[in-house]
């Protein structure tokens, strides 16, 4: 009897539970397949995305005084000009903090919720792209919305170098 109950064990083990669907893969084929992509992969092609750094770029905050409430105008972005010239081949995320903004990362204590936020050269707080939108038209810079970002994982400052 204990034979057979041992027995019984096994089997419900091995066996699937009725009228579910189970995907069963072959040993054999996978891992000869899988020993193929790798010769393949190192004779062919090499790994280039390790082969390399990543680096920060050097960056010189612009002097800021404190901000004082006012209606943003032309005014606010004299000394803060886009020049495409001066620009041309750098990172296009980069351009605002090369100009005079400055990009600000927050982190909330409850729950650790993250924020970026980007100072205006008037020293504006501007939390959307709604808000970079409205600042733009207002002021008349010669900024696109493409060299804005609002996720809080992206590092604008790091460059990749192979």
Known sequence: EVETDHV???????????????????????????????TDNTSSTTNWETEGTVYQVPRIPKERGTFSPHTCSPKCVTSAQYEEDDHRGCNPLLIPLLVGWDRQITKHSNGGRRRV??????????????????????????????????????????????
């Not at 083990?13 to 790798?38: I, L």
């Not at 939390?127 to 060299?147: R, W």
């Open 8 to 38: 019984k064990a096994e089997d419900k083990k091995s066996s699937a539970t009725p009228g579910r669907a189970v995907a069963k893969k072959s040993a054999g084929s996978s891992k000869q397949q899988a020993a193929s992509r790798k």
């Open 117 to 162: 936020f980007y100072l205006a050269p008037c020293g504006r707080r501007l939390s959307s792209p709604e808000d970079v939108h409205k600042y733009i038209n207002l002021t008349g810079l010669m900024l696109e919305m493409d060299s804005f970002n609002f996720d809080w994982w992206l590092h604008v400052l790091n460059e990749f170098k192979p």
